[in-house]
C-alpha cells in the first residue's frame, strides 16, 4: 500500500543520485522568460467556453527543452514524461496533471519558430 510520503521520498532519491535535470532547474530560472514565452504563445489564450486551457508557458517551454536534451521526436515526448519523475519534476508537473500531447508540443514549437 503507498504511503503519505512515498512520492517525496523518491524525489529525495533522485535527488540524492545527482538528478542532471534537477540540476540544470537549479542554474536556469525559467520564470525569466515567462513573458517573452507567453507573448509567442498568445494565440493559446482561451477566451471563449470549451476547449482545454492552454498549457503554463514554462512547462511548455521545459517540454521542448527536454525534446532538444533527449532528441525526441513529438511522439515521443509524451510517455517519458508520463512514465520518468525526473521528467515531470523538470516540467513542474504533479502526477495527477495533464501531459502535453504530440499535437500540442508541435503547435507550441511551430508558433516559436514562426515567431523567430
Request: aromatic residues 10%.
Amino acid at each position: 500500500m503507498p504511503g503519505l510520503f512515498d512520492l517525496q521520498l523518491r524525489y529525495t532519491s533522485l535527488s540524492q543520485s545527482g538528478d542532471p535535470l534537477e540540476k540544470l532547474s537549479e542554474l536556469v530560472d525559467c520564470e525569466i522568460f515567462r513573458a517573452s514565452f507567453e507573448e509567442a504563445m498568445a494565440f493559446t489564450k482561451n477566451t471563449g467556453k470549451g476547449g482545454s486551457p492552454p498549457y503554463d508557458a514554462v512547462v511548455m517551454m521545459k517540454s521542448l527543452t527536454l525534446q532538444m536534451l533527449y532528441a525526441l521526436s513529438d511522439g515521443q515526448m509524451e510517455f517519458p514524461i508520463k512514465d520518468r519523475l525526473t521528467f515531470r519534476r523538470f516540467v513542474d508537473l504533479e502526477l495527477h496533471d495533464n501531459v502535453p500531447d504530440a499535437k500540442t508540443i508541435w503547435l507550441y514549437r511551430e508558433r516559436l519558430t514562426r515567431k523567430g
